[in-house]
């Protein structure tokens, strides 16, 4: 059974920096690309970052040049790094795994992780 867990979230002030964790188990097949999203209250779910398998990266634009996103794919952990976070930072920031079995791609989800900013 495939089971990504995610760590590293908490309060942190405005300015200050977090690195989330997500490690994934399970694995049967290649892991392609991994990425972070993140869902604030009564918002969509919403792309943060993402990195492929030989660690191509995409970001959204409001985290570019805050926000890096890595990968050890020995371990199949995918990262974030957050600095200088803002309020609207706030959300809970979920993982995914997309995994390839054969000739099917399925994506799974961790179970997320709340990040606050707030003085």
């Known amino acids: 059974q495939v089971q990504l867990v995610e760590s590293g979230g908490g309060l942190v002030q405005p300015g200050g920096s977090l690195r989330l964790s997500c490690v994934a188990s399970?694995?049967?097949?290649?892991?392609?690309?991994m990425g972070w999203y993140r869902q604030a209250p009564g918002e969509q779910r919403e792309l943060v970052a993402s990195?492929?398998?030989?660690?191509?990266?995409n970001y959204a634009d409001s985290v570019k040049g805050r926000f890096t996103i890595s990968r050890d794919n020995a371990k199949n952990t995918v990262y974030l790094q957050m600095n200088s976070l803002k309020p609207e930072d706030t959300a809970v920031y979920y993982c995914?795994?997309?995994?390839?079995?054969?000739?099917?791609?399925?994506?799974?989800w961790g179970q997320g992780t709340q990040v606050t900013v707030s003085s």
């Open positions: 990195i492929t398998s030989r660690g191509g990266t």
């Open positions: 399970g694995i049967i097949g290649s892991i392609t690309a």
């Open positions: 995914n795994a997309d995994l390839l079995s054969g000739s099917i791609t399925r994506r799974y």
